[in-house]
């Protein structure tokens, strides 16, 4: 099992930055993707970035050269750099860990709130 606790959500301005950290805890030396998806009320959640073990990163194409996603495989944390979020970037964002095996942990989500 793996516990994620996310951090750094809220309010922020179009054009502005904000960070979100994620803390993985428990079997943490199993997991092998660390990333981020998010969800809109009746929508279906997804990917926003994500990063394997090895350092590839994948991300949505809507937040290519905006968003960067990093990782300190230290203290088991997983990072999102938002700079020059949109207000169509609003939205609940999940912090995930998938396995080696293929199990996937998902944290409680926090709220961002990008306002013109």
């Known amino acids: 099992q793996v516990q994620l606790v996310e951090s750094g959500g809220g309010l922020v301005q179009a054009g502005g930055s904000l960070r979100l950290s994620c803390t993985a805890s428990g079997s943490t030396f199993s997991i092998d993707y660390l990333g981020w998806y998010r969800q809109l009320p009746g929508k279906q959640r997804d990917l926003v970035a994500h990063?394997?073990?090895?350092?590839?990163?994948n991300y949505a194409d809507s937040v290519k050269g905006r968003f960067t996603i990093s990782r300190d495989n230290r203290r088991n944390t997983v990072y999102l750099q938002m700079n020059s979020p949109k207000p169509e970037d609003t939205a609940v964002y999940y912090c995930?860990?998938?396995?080696?095996?293929?199990?996937?942990?998902w944290g409680q989500g926090t709220q961002v709130t990008v306002s013109s």
């Open positions: 990063m394997d073990s090895r350092g590839n990163t």
């Open positions: 995930y860990s998938r396995s080696y095996g293929g199990d996937r942990f």
